[in-house]
């Protein structure tokens, strides 16, 4: 009797929704869990907290520039192979993290685990393969719902696992969970890119009609800008909440979890209105609300009504905004080329972690002992207000030309 092919031969089968969402929150996951842990981990590589933040600012950096390599590759080569690729990549990075006995040691391993961020890219563009662009909005909004909850709990089992065995608690769980996910992408995730005929130098030539698009980059400043002001808040919230509000590493990972929560509820609104309401009007509804919430932190902090438990709480406003904004930002840049999805989807990721490496690093520079929480909330207000007036641009041009 001949019996059906099995899924994971089928290398043409799109992925179930479940694996995307697996794949890019094991990636937002992979940057902030050990969180917590960088205070100790600067006594035990004997080197100053600075030091250390930069496995924030590299490991962004790192990933900007892998990405603007891997979204014309995927458009070419397909999407299965990188995300394959990456997946190894990163497991044998994470066992050099463990085995390092010096700060650079680790900072190299650490900088090359930023490879994963491959998921995260292309998790996008495979839904954008599968469904046109408003429903690519909704569902890129459910994914990144799902994927709001690993970074929630990231760096609180982070924090729990310093607690309790140290900081390399948190990199074995990368390890033992990036080998899971691997077999699970293996399993599961086929190609959905478009068979195309074309040699990369060709592909490339086709680049300067997305380059010379006003409105991909509009897309793309509201999306980066947006997404600033949380990289800086990973860069430096930590230092506050230790230096300024005296907090352990257990309960700065609780504390950290809050913006994924409203990060969370974001992104189910995204994915339950986008289709009806268009993705303009919910990106800048979502600009809005992150920069409102930061002008009333501010001013919280000014009349001195700004506890720990406020400040934090604060930044689940922080994280609907960004919940609501990012996917249909990400929807219209990938939207404006769709058969240069990946291309759009490295450029812009790579614009956005690039800038949120320079703002970790600000951020990391600028918090001093004593300095209080004022120079992270000016970062981050500046950045929301550059994302919202981006967000107008956009609406603006989208209007002009009666898109």
Same mark, same amino acid.
């Given at each position: 009797? =001949?019996?059906?092919?099995?899924?994971?031969?089928?290398?043409?089968?799109?992925?179930?929704?479940?694996?995307?969402?697996?794949?890019?929150?094991?990636?937002?996951?992979?940057? +902030?869990?050990?969180?917590?842990?960088?205070?100790?981990?600067?006594?035990?590589?004997?080197?100053?907290? $600075?030091?250390?933040?930069?496995?924030?600012?590299?490991? !962004?950096?790192?990933?900007?520039? !892998?990405?603007?390599?891997?979204?014309?590759?995927?458009?070419?080569?397909?999407?299965?192979?990188?995300?394959?690729?990456?997946?190894?990549?990163?497991?044998?990075?994470?066992?050099?993290?463990?085995?390092?006995?010096?700060?650079?040691?680790?900072?190299?391993?650490?900088?090359?685990?930023?490879?994963?961020?491959?998921?995260?890219?292309?998790?996008?563009? &495979?839904?954008?393969?599968?469904?046109?662009?408003? +429903?690519? $909005?909704?569902? &890129? *909004?459910?994914?990144?719902?799902?994927?709001?909850?690993?970074?929630?709990?990231?760096?609180?089992?982070?924090?729990?696992?310093?607690?309790?065995?140290?900081?390399?608690?948190?990199?074995?769980?990368?390890?033992?969970? *990036? /080998?899971?996910?691997? $077999?699970?992408?293996?399993?599961?995730?086929?190609?959905?890119?478009?068979?195309?005929?074309?040699?990369?130098?060709?592909?490339?030539?086709?680049?300067?009609?997305?380059?010379?698009?006003?409105?991909?980059?509009?897309?793309?400043?509201?999306?980066?800008?947006?997404?600033?002001?949380?990289?800086?808040?990973?860069?430096?919230?930590? @230092?506050?909440?230790?230096?300024?509000?005296?907090?352990?590493?257990?309960?700065?990972?609780?504390? @950290?979890?809050?913006?994924?929560?409203?990060?969370?509820? *974001? +992104?189910?609104?995204?994915?339950?209105?986008?289709?009806?309401?268009?993705? =303009?009007?919910?990106?800048?509804?979502?600009?809005?609300?992150?920069?409102?919430?930061?002008?009333? !932190?501010?001013?919280?902090?000014?009349?001195?009504?700004?506890?720990?438990?406020?400040?934090?709480?604060?930044?689940?406003? !922080?994280?609907? *905004? +960004?919940?609501?904004?990012?996917? =249909?930002?990400?929807?219209?840049?990938?939207?404006?080329?769709?058969?240069?999805?990946?291309?759009?989807?490295? &450029?812009?990721?790579?614009?956005? &972690?690039?800038?949120?490496?320079?703002?970790?690093?600000? $951020?990391?520079?600028?918090?001093?002992?004593?300095?209080?929480?004022?120079?992270?909330?000016?970062?981050?207000?500046?950045?929301?207000?550059?994302?919202?007036?981006?967000?107008?641009?956009?609406?603006?041009? /989208?209007?002009?030309?009666?898109?």
């Amino acid at each position: 009797m =001949n019996m059906p092919p099995m899924r994971f031969l089928d290398r043409r089968t799109p992925p179930h929704l479940a694996t995307l969402i697996l794949l890019a929150g094991f990636s937002a996951m992979s940057m +902030n869990v050990f969180l917590p842990s960088l205070p100790n981990m600067a006594v035990h590589f004997g080197v100053d907290y $600075a030091v250390m933040q930069l496995s924030v600012s590299l490991y !962004l950096a790192a990933s900007a520039l !892998l990405q603007v390599v891997i979204g014309p590759l995927s458009d070419r080569y397909g999407r299965r192979a990188l995300i394959l690729a990456s997946m190894v990549i990163f497991l044998l990075a994470t066992v050099g993290t463990l085995l390092a006995t010096t700060a650079e040691t680790f900072l190299f391993f650490r900088t090359a685990q930023s490879v994963i961020a491959t998921g995260m890219v292309l998790s996008r563009a &495979i839904a954008r393969d599968m469904v046109d662009e408003a +429903n690519a $909005a909704s569902m &890129i *909004g459910y994914v990144t719902m799902g994927m709001s909850v690993a970074p929630m709990l990231g760096p609180i089992i982070g924090g729990m696992l310093d607690a309790t065995v140290g900081w390399q608690g948190s990199f074995v769980l990368l390890l033992v969970l *990036g /080998a899971i996910l691997s $077999a699970l992408v293996w399993a599961d995730l086929g190609e959905t890119a478009p068979v195309r005929s074309v040699s990369l130098s060709q592909q490339m030539r086709q680049y300067p009609e997305l380059f010379a698009s006003p409105r991909f980059w509009g897309y793309v400043i509201t999306s980066g800008t947006g997404a600033g002001v949380f990289f800086a808040y990973l860069g430096g919230g930590p @230092f506050v909440g230790i230096d300024h509000f005296g907090l352990s590493t257990s309960a700065l990972g609780f504390y @950290f979890g809050f913006t994924a929560v409203g990060y969370g509820f *974001g +992104n189910f609104l995204s994915g339950r209105f986008s289709v009806r309401m268009g993705i =303009n009007r919910m990106m800048i509804w979502g600009s809005s609300v992150a920069l409102i919430t930061l002008l009333v !932190l501010a001013f919280l902090l000014l009349v001195d009504l700004a506890p720990v438990w406020v400040f934090f709480g604060m930044f689940i406003f !922080l994280g609907i *905004g +960004n919940g609501v904004m990012l996917p =249909n930002t990400t929807a219209g840049m990938l939207s404006v080329r769709p058969h240069l999805a990946g291309t759009a989807s490295g &450029i812009g990721q790579a614009f956005t &972690i690039g800038l949120g490496a320079v703002l970790a690093a600000v $951020a990391g520079a600028l918090l001093t002992p004593g300095a209080g929480p004022w120079p992270l909330v000016l970062i981050m207000l500046c950045s929301a207000t550059a994302s919202f007036l981006s967000a107008l641009f956009v609406i603006y041009r /989208a209007r002009r030309i009666g898109a």
